[in-house]
Each structure stands twice: as C-alpha cells, then as structure tokens.
C-alpha cells in the first residue's frame, strides 16, 4: 500500500488528517524542499526558497553583515514558536 501525501488529502475541516484520530493505516508522506544561497557581494546577505516562498537573512555588522533582515537563528526561534 502507497503511503498517503499531502496532495492526497481534503481540504474540508473534519476529513483533514491532522482531525482523524489515527494516522492513516498506510502512512503519510510529507515532503519540504528548502533550498539557501549566498548573494555574491552583498557580505552575508543570503536567500532561502522553498515553494512559492522567499525569505531573507543578515548578519550584523560585527559579523560582516547588513543587518538588513533577521539572523538565521532568528528565524529558527521563530519555526519553534509556530
């Protein structure tokens, strides 16, 4: 049996995975592509793309940044609390 994905599943509040009591008897799937890179001559000035999505991150200046965008760990502070 083919475990279940995420573009397998409802939508609709009550048939959703994460409402069932039990997780489905084939498993589930769920797949996340993050990808980062380094902008080239902007110090440590990096992109982060994952689906439809960007973001940015930034060192201070004492770490040969901008500090135009929040620091990675903040970002990684931020994924704990949601």
Do not use: W
Not at 41 to 47: A, D, I, R, T, Y
Not at 50 to 68: K, Q, T, V, W
């Amino acid at each position: 049996m083919k475990p279940t994905t995420a573009a397998d599943q409802s939508n609709v509040p009550g048939k959703r995975v994460i409402d069932q009591p039990e997780h489905p008897a084939q498993g589930y799937v769920n797949t996340i592509v993050a990808e980062m890179e380094t902008i080239e001559g902007k110090g440590q000035l990096k992109v982060g793309k994952s689906g439809d999505f960007e973001i940015y991150c930034d060192e201070p200046a004492r770490l040969g940044g901008d500090g135009e965008y929040p620091q990675p760990l903040n970002y990684f502070a931020l994924g704990v609390g949601f």
